[in-house]
């Protein structure tokens, strides 16, 4: 199986990601502090660099007053919204 992070929904993951955030009002650095991470490292997750779990979804999303089920309500609702879910990105490859 080819890693998501090449894939077109873990960017629309990414996205959604981010907009929660944005949308609770919480910087990258309040989310870090919660975290007890660096500000750099919620940067990292938030542009794909490093990848989470789904424990760390959790945290994450309790950090920025969310629940997963609302988060992942909303991933569902974006990739539903997006041309081309399946496809893999063609830009070039992190790794």
């Known amino acids: 199986m080819p890693k998501t992070i090449y894939d077109d929904r873990y960017g629309v993951f990414l996205h959604v990601l981010r ?3 944005e949308d609770s009002g919480r910087r990258q650095a309040d989310v870090a502090a919660a975290l007890r ?3 750099a490292t919620v ?3 938030e542009t794909g660099e490093r990848r989470i779990d789904v424990i760390e979804l959790t ?3 309790e950090a920025i007053g969310t629940q997963l ?3 992942i309500i909303e ?3 974006e990739l539903g919204r997006h041309p081309s879910g399946s496809q893999r990105r063609s830009a070039t490859k992190r790794k």
């Open 37 to 39: 991470l660096g500000q």
């Open 43 to 45: 940067s990292k997750i």
């Open 19 to 21: 907009k929660a955030r």
């Open 59 to 61: 945290a994450y999303c």
């Open 69 to 71: 089920s609302a988060f």
């Open 75 to 77: 991933l569902e609702r």
